[in-house]
């Protein structure tokens, strides 16, 4: 009995681990994203991680571009790779490397409001490798038919919702689980 009792604390334990990786951050702190907060202070000393949330917070008459390194450092806000205009916008950070994102207005840009995030890999939230095809095997190309439409949206995606949502789905099950194992005890 003392061992499924150590059982399940060490279920329960790692349950919380796995479930408590995520952050979710908003960008500029309590001022948000705007010309007057100093974005790089903010990031200092922040480790992002890949399954990480960025908040942005702004007024829907501005606009929040995602750019290649080039448009960061020259503040190109004609040649970008996302852009979003609904105000309030969240980002899940899907994948490791560094992404840089800044105003749609050029001259805020000029001013500092940009921010670069360096991704770091983490295992808990990396996505499993597509299958490869057969050695010799190959694939009919087929052009895309999605658009690049970006979308943005107020709700955070992986906040203490998620978070609440799988501890109780944790626990429910470790639960249900010792209930079993009880119920073994009185089978046999």
């Known amino acids: 009995m003392a061992m499924q009792r150590l059982q399940v604390y060490v279920l329960l ?6 479930t408590c990786a995520a952050t979710t951050y908003v960008v500029g702190g309590n001022s948000g994203w705007d010309i007057s907060t100093d974005l790089d202070t903010w990031a200092t000393g922040k480790t992002f991680f890949v399954g990480d949330v960025l908040v942005f917070q702004f007024s ?23 852009s979003y205009t609904n105000g ?11 992404m ?10 000029l001013g500092g409001m940009k921010l670069q995030v360096d991704v770091e890999n983490n295992q808990a939230y990396s996505p499993a490798n597509p ?4 050695s010799g095997a190959t694939l009919p190309v087929q052009p895309s038919t999605k658009t690049n439409v970006p979308t943005s949206s107020g709700v955070v ?10 501890v ?6 470790t639960v249900l689980w010792v209930h079993g194992a009880d119920m073994n005890i009185y089978l046999r």
């Open 100 to 109: 840089y994102f800044i105003s749609g207005n050029k001259l805020y840009c």
């Open 88 to 98: 309030n916008t969240t980002i899940t950070l899907s994948k490791p490397g560094t």
């Open 131 to 134: 299958p490869q095809p057969a």
């Open 60 to 82: 829907s008459s501005e606009a929040l571009d995602e750019v290649t390194k080039e448009n960061y450092d020259k503040c190109n806000t004609t040649n970008v790779l996302r």
């Open 157 to 166: 995606h992986g906040g203490w919702h998620s978070t609440l949502m799988s």
């Open 168 to 173: 109780s789905i944790g626990f429910l099950a």
């Open 13 to 18: 334990i790692l349950s919380l681990a796995l």
